[in-house]
């Protein structure tokens, strides 16, 4: 049996990992996630993925393994993890009555044959008209610090849009669970098999 690793930090994309209902292990991976000079977001996120898959390869050589990243881009801004509220504040009147892409890539890679399959899948996003006292009792109450642009549209955040586009609801929380599941039958394994 293949052995599936989750090559990340973040329990958004575990939980999103387990709804599959395949056995994982979960594995952080040591990666730089700073952006290299002239990098666009597409190639920050694909590369980052990529990045995340590869540096778990050497301890898991007969695995396939899961990396993914995300971040959202309002205006040409890149926008990461706040990590704070102040920022994470700041980060939510920048988008307040914006238009935002979401961009979550995925990387699956097969550490025993070298195969691998690279994607980024967009979500756009119109948030509302967001007031100082909103924003502030948001973040207050999600502690949205972990996730790029600050929010979690899994749970309260849904407060804060007008719409939501994409062809993957999932994407928007962390991990394109479509694609990863096209992703995994070409590595022989079958979700509902």
């Known amino acids: 049996m293949t052995i599936l690793i989750l090559a990340s930090s973040s329990q958004y994309r575990s939980r999103l990992l387990e ?6 292990q979960r594995v952080t991976p040591a990666v730089d996630e700073s952006p290299e000079t002239g990098e666009t977001p597409v190639q920050l996120v694909e590369r980052l993925a990529q990045l995340k898959a590869q540096a778990v390869t050497a301890s898991h050589p007969n695995a396939v393994i899961i990396g993914s990243d995300q971040v959202a881009v309002c205006a040409a801004n890149v926008l990461g993890k706040p990590l704070s509220e102040p920022r994470a504040r700041a980060q939510l009147a920048q988008l307040s009555g914006q238009r935002v892409t979401f961009l979550t890539s995925l990387c699956v890679l097969n550490s025993a044959s070298g195969n ?3 994607e980024v899948v967009s979500t ?3 948030f509302r008209e967001l007031s100082e006292i909103e924003i502030a009792n948001y973040v207050a109450r999600e502690q949205p610090l972990d996730c790029a642009g600050a929010f979690k549209s899994e749970g309260l955040g849904i407060a804060l849009f007008k719409t939501i586009g994409g062809s993957d609801p999932n994407a928007l929380v962390g991990l394109p ?5 096209r992703m995994l039958r070409v590595e022989g394994i079958e979700v509902l098999g």
């Open 124 to 126: 756009p996003v119109e």
């Open 19 to 24: 709804k599959l209902g395949l056995p994982f």
């Open 177 to 181: 669970l479509i694609s990863l599941c």
């Open 116 to 118: 691998q399959q690279l």
